[in-house]
C-alpha cells in the first residue's frame, strides 16, 4: 500500500502543451510538497501545502499552479510547457510543516521536446 | 543560496569497509537532520535523523553524527554491502519551515 503516490511515472509531451502531474498519501500527513530535481540531482523545494493551505512558493514560474482539494492531495498543473521544465517531479508529505520525516513519492519524469 | 551541501559527489569503497559521507550547513537554525538513500527511477527513501539535542543517533550498520559547532554531520555505514550502492541525500530542517537538501553523494559499494 503505498504511502505517497503520484501519476504519471513518466511524461513525454511537447513545447507548449499543458500537464498536470496528480499526487495523493495516504498517511494522513498535514502537509505535502513538490520538489523538482534538475539535471544536476538538485532537489529543489517548489511548493508546500499545510492542510490545503500554500505555505511556500518558491521562486517558480507562474505556469506552475498547484491545487490541493483535500489534505490528502497535491497536484500540480504546469502551462505552456518549456525544455527547462524537463526534470523529475517528487512530491512529499510530513506530519508537520518542516518537522519529522518527509516521506517522497516515486517521482514523475518529465520530457518536453 | 544552498543551505545544505554535500561536496563530494562519489564515493568508493570495497565490501565490508566503512563509508563516510559527509554534508555540512549553514543555517544555525536547522534543529532536524536527516539522511536519505535513493536509487534510480525511485523516490528518496528516510534512512535515518537526528535532532539538534543529540550528536549521534545509530540504526543497525548506519549511524550519523551530528557536530554543531563545525555545522557538519557524517552519515557512516559499517560494513558497507553492495546493495547500499545507491545516491545518498542530506536533509536538513526546522518546524515550520521546509526541508532543504544537498546535492547528494554518489557511493558505490565494490564487491
Known amino acids: 500500500d503505498t504511502a505517497v503516490s503520484q501519476t504519471p511515472k513518466y511524461l513525454v509531451t511537447q513545447m507548449g502543451n499543458d500537464k498536470s502531474i496528480k499526487c495523493e498519501q495516504n498517511?494522513?500527513?498535514?502537509?505535502m510538497y513538490w520538489y523538482k530535481q534538475d539535471s544536476k540531482k538538485f532537489l529543489k523545494i517548489m511548493f508546500s501545502?499545510?492542510?490545503?493551505?500554500?505555505?511556500i512558493n518558491e521562486t517558480v514560474p507562474n505556469r506552475f499552479s498547484p491545487k490541493s482539494p483535500d489534505k490528502a492531495h497535491l497536484n500540480l498543473h504546469i502551462n505552456s510547457l518549456e525544455l527547462g521544465d524537463s526534470a523529475v517531479y517528487f512530491c512529499?508529505?510530513?506530519?508537520?510543516?518542516?518537522?519529522?520525516?518527509?516521506?517522497f513519492g516515486e517521482g514523475s519524469r518529465l520530457t518536453v521536446l | 543560496d544552498q543551505q545544505v551541501k554535500q561536496n563530494s559527489p562519489s564515493l568508493s569503497v570495497q565490501e565490508g569497509r566503512i563509508s563516510i559521507l559527509n554534508c555540512d550547513y549553514t543555517n544555525s537554525m536547522f534543529d532536524y537532520f536527516l539522511w536519505y538513500k535513493k536509487y534510480p527511477a525511485e523516490g528518496p527513501t528516510f534512512l535515518i535523523s537526528i535532532s539538534s539535542i543529540k550528536d549521534k543517533n545509530e540504526d543497525g550498520r548506519f549511524t550519523v553524527f551530528l557536530n554543531k559547532s563545525a555545522k557538519h554531520l557524517s552519515l557512516h555505514i559499517v560494513p558497507s554491502q553492495p546493495g547500499d550502492s545507491a545516491v545518498y541525500f542530506c536533509?536538513?530542517?526546522?518546524?515550520?519551515?521546509?526541508?532543504?537538501f544537498g546535492t547528494g553523494t554518489s557511493l558505490t559499494v565494490i564487491p
Open positions: 536533509a536538513a530542517s526546522y518546524t515550520g519551515n521546509q526541508f532543504y
Open positions: 498517511l494522513g500527513h498535514d502537509t
Open positions: 501545502y499545510n492542510n490545503k493551505e500554500l505555505i
Open positions: 512529499a508529505s510530513s506530519r508537520l510543516q518542516g518537522a519529522g520525516e518527509l516521506f
